[in-house]
């Protein structure tokens, strides 16, 4: 199993600019999520979604949208970038629908810098 | 306001010494989760508790429900323990993490 795979891995914008990061799992888990992590403020939930066709908002989710077609791919959408949004983005995964999750899987973080 | 806090910030502790990192949360939990960020950005699970203790090598994690609070323990502390401990706190279906706990293990 390769896990949670996340591309890419840094990736320069300028202001106005849109891109997805990708983010895919090969677990079969419900459960996948977004986060970026700034220095000082630790990780912050963006969007999440327990399943296919089932997103919904997390802490921070202004300029970022998600789908969630298919169980295994749960892409991030930046539609204009700013640079409030330089930072660096996970994705995690993890078992289960249900209130209580199993642990968290997480891919290897995407660096973005918008300029 | 934050939901969930850690302390220490910052630990420098020798090889072998044992180690203490406390995490407390304000938040209704349906579980609590200690999770390692290597030096080079990588996160992995540690522990996931709802109640009691759990050990895995010279990791223990324990929690109080009641005190909303958890510790993080590691024994006989070695290098390649140098990282940062993060907890986070699993209301459901959202997470809340903490800053974490930058530890250094010095030979």
Not at chain 1, 47 to 68: C, F, K, L, M, W
Not at chain 2, 55 to 60: A, D, E, P, S, T
Not at chain 2, 67 to 90: F, G, M
Request: proline residues 4%.
């Amino acid at each position: 199993n390769a896990g949670v795979t996340q591309t890419p891995k840094f990736q320069v914008l300028k202001t106005g600019q849109s891109m997805t990061l990708q983010c895919a799992q090969d677990m079969n888990h419900e459960y996948m999520s977004w986060y970026r992590q700034d220095p000082g403020m630790g990780l912050r939930l963006i969007h999440y979604s327990v399943g296919a066709g089932i997103t919904d908002q997390g802490e921070v989710p202004n300029g970022y949208n998600v789908s969630r077609s298919t169980t295994e791919d749960f892409p991030l959408r930046l539609l204009s970038a700013a640079p409030s949004q330089t930072s660096v983005y996970f994705c995690a995964s993890s078992y289960g629908r249900g209130g209580s999750r199993e642990k968290l899987f997480f891919g290897s973080g995407t660096q973005l810098s918008v300029l | 306001k934050n939901e969930v806090e850690q302390s220490p910030q910052n630990l420098t502790a020798q090889e072998g010494e044992f180690i203490t990192i406390n995490c407390s949360y304000s938040v209704g939990i349906s579980a609590l989760h200690w999770l390692q960020q290597h030096p080079g950005g990588g996160i992995v699970s540690l522990f996931m508790l709802s109640s009691g203790k759990k050990k895995h090598g010279r990791l223990i994690a324990t929690i109080n429900i009641q005190e909303k609070h958890s510790s993080l323990h590691i024994t006989a502390s070695h290098p390649r323990d140098s990282a940062v401990y993060i907890c986070a706190a699993n209301t459901g279906n959202q997470f809340y993490f903490g800053t974490g706990t930058s530890l250094t293990v010095i030979p």
